[in-house]
């Protein structure tokens, strides 16, 4: 056990009094910060100027003149302008040949940024559904803007036909957007957005810890089993022990990060008045380290942490380089992955049958389970709460599954890292795993 020990505090002091490893607990929070919020801030903070846009009109006539005319009326945050036309360009519905050459110019000098876009009312514009903007790229906020005043406009020119008349600012009032505010069952506000971003916060905290340190083992084992270092180590101690010894140390090395991040985000949630900072960001904060989350979290990262450590320690046992070692990485990053590829589809149906299951698949429960967590919130812990049984139910899998993994993968390493020359073959490493 004492040998193990100096395996484990080896492996640990190896990791944390590097200048990388402050660096890195430093840094990784900004990097995510800027790569989560920078993006949004940017989009808020930014003002369009003033788009020059052509206006063709098909026999609309009085419609065209007033969306032209309140669309004019349109202005960004700095009081300028959102758009500018010029006199509305009118063509005859079988009047094909003047545009269609028309439509090619036009499209032209969108195409070389002469021009911002085209707006085109083709006939009947009120019982249409959709008009038509020719466009390289578009302000979303500004679109939406243009869709309520146009529907404004296009639902007054409809209740017409149907001889009802309202004043425009009635119509207005009656046509404005109804905000819908989520609650959780416990009265705390919910956005979208802070469950999204909360969700992926932790899918990236999870991705960088286990990826990252699990390579980090992976190279040492190749490195040690190059330079013979490990004919030397396993003389003293089993290569079970080695093995074990490894991973703690570098499993205690990861959790030392994750502690100082703790510590920095409870000095900012309690650090600061919750009056100071604007409701969205006290919400987010909030949701963000839900004790209930925050656990699980924990749980899971600890339990996924050792179980791809193993991986990554078998992987490293029987591959000679960095090189040889891509092929079996392949389906480990597929699998951290697949997180970010789902989190649009994961934010909207949480709980559908493909999500438990994925949340209940050992290699892929860390990340997909603790991203449901964190979109459900659960504000206590109760087993009534079937996200609650789900998660435990998971971490149970896991915890057999380590188990199975711990011993399989001790049976290749203790041959792995004394074999050298050739990468093993699938049939040899079963031999080994027989023969072990």
């Not at 492996?11 to 919020?37: C, D, R, T, W």
């Not at 499993?251 to 985000?265: H, P, R």
């Not at 919400?283 to 179980?307: C, E, H, Q, R, S």
């Amino acid at each position: 056990m004492s040998k193990m020990m100096t395996i484990i505090k080896r492996e640990y002091l190896e990791i944390v009094q590097k200048k990388s490893f402050l660096l890195g607990v430093l840094a990784a929070p900004v990097m995510m910060a800027i790569g989560l919020f920078l993006p949004a801030l940017i989009m808020e903070n930014t003002s369009a100027p003033t788009q020059e846009y052509v206006f063709v009109d098909f026999d609309n006539g009085a419609v065209a003149e007033n969306i032209k005319s309140d669309l004019l009326s349109l202005q960004t945050s700095d009081d300028v302008p959102q758009f500018s036309f010029g006199a509305i360009e009118s063509f005859s519905s079988d009047d094909e040949t003047n545009w269609s050459r028309r439509k090619d110019e036009l499209s032209v000098q969108v195409q070389n940024g002469d021009l911002d876009g085209v707006l085109i009312l083709y006939p009947d514009i009120v019982q249409a559904e959709s008009l038509i903007v020719i466009s390289k790229t578009f302000d979303i906020k500004v679109l939406r803007r243009a869709e309520r005043r146009i529907t404004t406009i296009i639902s007054a020119e409809r209740l017409k036909l149907a001889n009802i008349e309202l004043p425009a600012d009635s119509l207005a009032e009656l046509t404005s957007r109804v905000n819908i505010d989520v609650v959780s069952p416990a009265g705390n506000s919910k956005s979208f957005e802070s469950t999204f971003f909360g969700m992926m916060i932790y899918a990236m905290i999870m991705f960088m810890l286990i990826f990252n340190y699990g390579q980090v083992l992976m190279r040492s084992v190749i490195e040690e089993k190059t330079t013979r270092i490990m004919e030397v180590m396993v003389s003293s101690v089993s290569p079970f022990q080695l093995m074990l010894g490894k991973i703690i140390g570098l499993s205690a090395a990861a959790f030392t990060q994750i502690t100082i991040w703790g510590v920095l985000g409870a000095a900012v949630r309690f650090g600061f008045d919750s009056g100071s900072i604007n409701a969205e960001a006290n919400d987010f904060i909030n949701m963000l380290l839900n004790p209930i989350t925050v656990i699980f979290f924990l749980l899971f990262l600890a339990i996924g942490f050792f179980l791809y450590s193993t991986l990554f320690a078998g992987i490293g046992s029987m591959v000679n380089s960095d090189k040889e070692s891509q092929n079996f990485m392949m389906p480990i990053v597929m699998v951290f992955v697949a997180p970010f590829m789902l989190a649009p589809a994961m934010s909207s149906s949480a709980d559908s049958t493909w999500a438990v299951a994925l949340s209940l698949f050992p290699f892929t429960a860390p990340s997909i389970m603790t991203m449901r967590l964190s979109l459900a919130a659960p504000e206590t812990f109760s087993l009534a709460d079937p996200i609650i049984i789900q998660a435990i139910a998971s971490l149970v899998i896991m915890l057999a599954t380590t188990m199975g993994m711990t011993w399989l993968v001790a049976r290749i390493f203790r041959i792995g890292v004394l074999m050298y020359g050739k990468r093993p073959t699938l049939p040899e490493i079963f031999r080994w795993i027989r023969r072990a």
